[in-house]
């Protein structure tokens, strides 16, 4: 499954600005691994946008994760 799942998010580049993340859509919908589709439950599009603050650049998944983490 590790093959498959890698191939869905190959298109995303880390760095790259202005991409598309529909592949998320694939992945996050995908019962078999999440045990729900995390749309039909509310999560996929904030799920997603926190995938788009880690792909952001160099440091960003640092600071994603401080910025979650202080959240809480």
Do not use: N, W
């Given at each position: 499954m590790l093959a498959e799942l890698q191939a869905i998010v190959a298109p995303l580049e880390?760095?790259?600005?202005?991409q598309d993340y529909s592949c998320l859509h694939t992945l996050y919908s995908r019962k078999d691994v999440f045990g729900l589709?995390?749309?039909?439950?509310?999560?996929?599009?904030?799920?997603?946008g926190m995938v788009k603050e880690l792909y952001a650049g160099k440091g960003a998944v640092r600071a994603t994760l401080h910025k979650y983490v202080a959240a809480r």
């Amino acid at each position: 499954m590790l093959a498959e799942l890698q191939a869905i998010v190959a298109p995303l580049e880390v760095g790259k600005t202005e991409q598309d993340y529909s592949c998320l859509h694939t992945l996050y919908s995908r019962k078999d691994v999440f045990g729900l589709d995390l749309y039909e439950a509310g999560l996929g599009e904030q799920i997603e946008g926190m995938v788009k603050e880690l792909y952001a650049g160099k440091g960003a998944v640092r600071a994603t994760l401080h910025k979650y983490v202080a959240a809480r």
